[in-house]
């Protein structure tokens, strides 16, 4: 499994309108009418949505909706077979699946990845990683005997090697606990304080809640919807049958609108 922080599949000038509006804020990365066949399945059409920078986006959707797909495209490990991508910087994609070596050390995996990666002062940059993660105290112990938090941020780490403006984490909490995941999120936050655009991918719709401002929905390779948790709950409550307090609930909201959308 390829990751770390990796060109674009095609770049451009950064775009001009941010998706707020607001001038000097335009987006770090921005999918455009993104599309993806596997043989006879089409896993994307037509996706687009775009991140600015110290912006958390959530991509929801069912199993199979193309959520690790178009990461993937994303971070530039596949090609979309239409649409295109762009980046006002690099990119790091940290997948599910840590390819992290679980007999070597925290530090003996970054300064492996640092010189995979050909990044300039791979001692050093170690150095930054390890203070970044708060992980100084833990530098010579093996991989394999950190908790699943702990290796979690030794993986993103690895997605920061080369200081990316946008962190693209596939599934980033699956197996921890929820102690584990809130330590995990305060660091993800801390590297959004600084500026860097955060896109997700989740099945905890709590989760998404929570933590990203805005959430992109995915079905079918479709993209449905793309707004704050607020606006997804407004789209389904349509009239007072609706408006009861279990429609305020984000996950039956999210549920009522694939419903209502015929998904």
Do not use: C
Not at 17 to 38: C, N, Q
């Amino acid at each position: 499994m390829a990751y770390g922080s990796l060109p674009m599949t095609e770049t451009s000038n950064r775009p001009s309108s941010p998706p707020d509006g607001t001038p000097g804020r335009g987006p770090v990365l921005a999918a455009r009418d993104i599309g993806k066949r596997f043989g006879d399945v089409e896993v994307l059409n037509g996706v687009s949505f775009q991140a600015a920078p110290g912006e958390v986006v959530g991509l929801i959707g069912p199993n199979g909706a193309g959520k690790t797909t178009l990461l993937s495209i994303l971070a530039g490990i596949e090609a979309p077979d239409g649409g295109r991508v762009e980046s006002g910087g690099g990119v790091g994609w940290v997948p599910q699946q840590a390819a992290l070596y679980r007999r070597l050390t925290v530090r003996e995996n970054l300064l492996l990845f640092a010189r995979l990666q050909r990044s300039g002062r791979p001692d050093e940059r170690v150095v930054e990683m390890l203070e970044l993660t708060g992980l100084g105290d833990r530098m010579n112990d093996q991989v394999g005997k950190l908790s699943g938090g702990n290796q979690q941020r030794v993986n993103i780490a690895i997605g920061l090697m080369a200081d990316p403006s946008v962190l693209l984490l596939d599934e980033p909490s699956v197996g921890l606990d929820p102690a584990q995941r809130a330590r995990l999120w305060r660091f993800v936050l801390d590297l959004v304080d600084r500026g860097t655009a955060v896109v997700f991918s989740t099945h905890d719709i709590q989760e998404a809640e929570r933590y990203a401002g805005r959430i992109v929905v995915l079905t079918e390779g479709l993209e449905i919807f793309d707004g704050t948790a607020d606006e997804l709950r407004e789209a389904v409550v349509t009239g007072a049958a609706d408006s009861g307090p279990g429609e305020r609930d984000l996950e039956t909201s999210f549920l009522a609108y694939l419903d209502k959308d015929g998904r």
